[in-house]
Structure formats: C-alpha cells, structure tokens
C-alpha cells in the first residue's frame, strides 16, 4: 500500500514537472517565434544602428510609434502599470534587459515606473524641452527607442521615476529555481 501511494506521488511529481517544463518550452517557442529577427537578443548588447523605414519592417504598429515616434500610450491603458509579476523587464523592439521588478514601484500616474534601472549604461538620457515642458527622455542604449521620461518625483533611494510606456517592454518572469 505504502509502495503504491509512493509510486503514485511519484508519478503525479513526474507528470506535473514535465507539464511545467512543456509549459515553459511553448512560452520560449512562442517568444522567439514572434522575435525571430536579427534586431532582437536578450543577450547581445551591441548597439543596433537602423534607420525607421527598416524598423517599420519588423515592429509592431503599436510598437513602431512609441519607439521611433516618440508617441505615449494613454494612461491605465498599458499591460504593465499594474503588473506586479517579478522577472525582468526588456526592450519590445530589440530585447536588451532594461529593468527588473525590484525597481518597480505603484505609482497612480497609469504607466509602469521604476525607479532604479538594471543598469544606467542601458539607457540613453537626453533633455528635452518639447510641449512647454523641461522633461529628460528615456530612450533604448541598444536601439536608441523612445522609452519614456526620468522625472525627480519617485521614491528612495534614488528620488526618480522613471516613467515607461508598456507597449515597448517585454516581461519575462523569472524562472523557478529547479
Ligand atoms: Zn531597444
């Protein structure tokens, strides 16, 4: 009795991890799939020089305008500003790891914000003084995509918001330790 309860936990352990490795393997298939290009990795970092006609190609509408319009999602519309998964946080037009959820924090502004990236050298800061405003846009270091803005309002340890419009990141949850 004792051997068949075991063999059957045994079982259900067995089924259940190749259904989440299954899982997982979609996911990845589904993923690379849809960025199956030369201008997305997670893993290279070289910068990408494109003009927008080549970009048009291989991004989304949705994608295209924020990144290379400089155009902002409407507030509380984004997948993101409310997501609360942890994992890491990726560009949507060239896949270079941008920021992780332990620098996510709930702000009421309706656009995912951070405030801290993974890494300050990912990113480009440029001023800019468009529509009356003195505001420092956030762009791509590996794309040079139209982020979002950097805004002296967040909370500590670094006082910044750096305000992200959802449509040009790409989430992946971290991975359950095996
Ligand atoms: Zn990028």
Not at 122 to 134: R, T
């Amino acid at each position: 009795m004792i051997f068949f309860r075991a063999m059957g936990c045994n079982f259900v352990r067995l089924y259940t991890k190749t259904l989440v490795l299954n899982q997982k393997k979609g996911y990845m298939n589904n993923l690379s799939k849809k960025k199956d290009t030369l201008m997305y990795s997670n893993q290279d970092s070289e910068k990408l020089v494109f003009n927008d006609n080549e970009w048009k190609k291989i991004l989304p509408a949705d994608v295209y305008h924020i990144a290379r319009e400089k155009g902002t999602e409407r507030a509380f519309t984004g997948k993101y500003w409310d997501h609360k998964e942890v994992g890491t946080y990726y560009c949507a037009a060239c896949g270079s790891p941008l920021f992780n959820s332990n620098g996510k924090f709930e702000s009421s502004c309706g656009w995912p914000s951070f405030f801290e990236p993974l890494n300050k050298e990912s990113l480009n800061f440029i001023p800019d003084n468009s529509y009356g405003m003195k505001r420092t846009e956030v762009t791509c270091g590996k794309c040079n995509a139209h982020l979002g803005h950097v805004f002296e309002d967040g909370p500590p340890p670094t006082g910044l918001r750096y305000c992200i419009n959802s449509v040009i990141l790409d989430f992946k949850k971290e991975e359950d330790p095996e």
